[in-house]
Antibody, heavy 122, light 106 residues
Framework: QVQLQESGPGLVKPSQILSLTCSVS??????????WSWIRQHPGKGLEWIGN???????QYTPSLKSRLTMSVDTSKNQFSLKLTSVTSADTAVYYC??????????????WGQGTLVTVSS | EIVLTQSPDFQSVTPNEKVTFTCRAS??????LHWFQQKPGQSPKLLIK???QSISGVPSRFSGSGSGTDFSLTIGSLEAEDAATYYC?????????FGRGTKVEI
């Protein structure tokens, strides 16, 4: 059974870098047919798709975050990561990692991590 | 980006009732529309993929329909455990987008 687990600091200071890692167990991140995704949810609000990464390192980012966002993959550790620079309070959210089954579009998010709350505050 | 409009925002229902929510896309997305259930403090759970395809382990009372721009999720006979927020999600085009959700209160 595939499981995803987010990890990273729960508190980040404004203007600094938010870094999160998603550890995948029960499947190889290098297996084809999946993209690996990040989604966030502001407190009490809806879901926002952040981006996808393939095991090759190919990425797709949401335009609103593209200038501050970097996603990477470490196949040796079976992990993928997110870095968001110059954070503000607007980046305070629960961050989820998820597996997208299918192609870069026309896929569906079938497995999710439990989510991790990241608060941006001095 | 493609905008998904869900309605209603909130619905109060009674057990055993049949309930239907809708999700409208701002442009044609074919069948690339998926439904999720999210309970407080939990991550979203996939209920329906590609508009109408069932998911293993999801109760059969959940069903989806639609294509193009208009979609719906139906709960055939509501149970108390179905109290949650329901989101639609499109993957026809990047960036992927979600609807704002329909909150169901029992």
């Amino acid at each position: 059974q595939v499981q995803l687990q987010e990890s990273g600091p729960g508190l980040v200071k404004p203007s600094q870098i938010l870094s999160l890692t998603c550890s995948v167990s029960g499947d190889s991140i290098s297996s084809g047919g999946y993209y690996w995704s990040w989604i966030r949810q502001h407190p009490g609000k809806g879901l926002e798709w952040i981006g996808n990464i393939y095991h090759s390192g190919s990425t797709q980012y949401t335009p609103s975050l593209k200038s501050r966002l970097t996603m990477s993959v470490d196949t040796s550790k079976n992990q993928f990561s997110l870095k968001l620079t110059s954070v503000t309070s607007a980046d305070t959210a629960v961050y989820y990692c998820a597996r997208a089954r299918g192609r870069s579009t026309s896929n569906y998010l079938d497995v999710w991590g439990q989510g991790t709350l990241v608060t941006v505050s001095s | 980006e493609i905008v998904l409009t869900q309605s209603p925002d909130f619905q109060s229902v009674t057990p055993n009732e049949k309930v239907t929510f809708t999700c409208r896309a701002s442009q044609n997305i074919g069948s690339n529309l998926h439904w999720f259930q999210q309970k407080p403090g939990q991550s979203p759970k996939l209920l329906i993929k590609f508009a109408s395809q069932s998911i293993s382990g999801v109760p059969s009372r959940f069903s989806g329909s639609g294509s193009g721009t208009d979609f719906s999720l139906t709960i055939g006979s509501l149970e108390a455990e179905d109290a949650a927020t329901y989101y639609c999600h499109q993957t026809a085009a990047l960036p992927g987008t979600f609807g704002r959700g329909t909150k169901v209160e029992i």
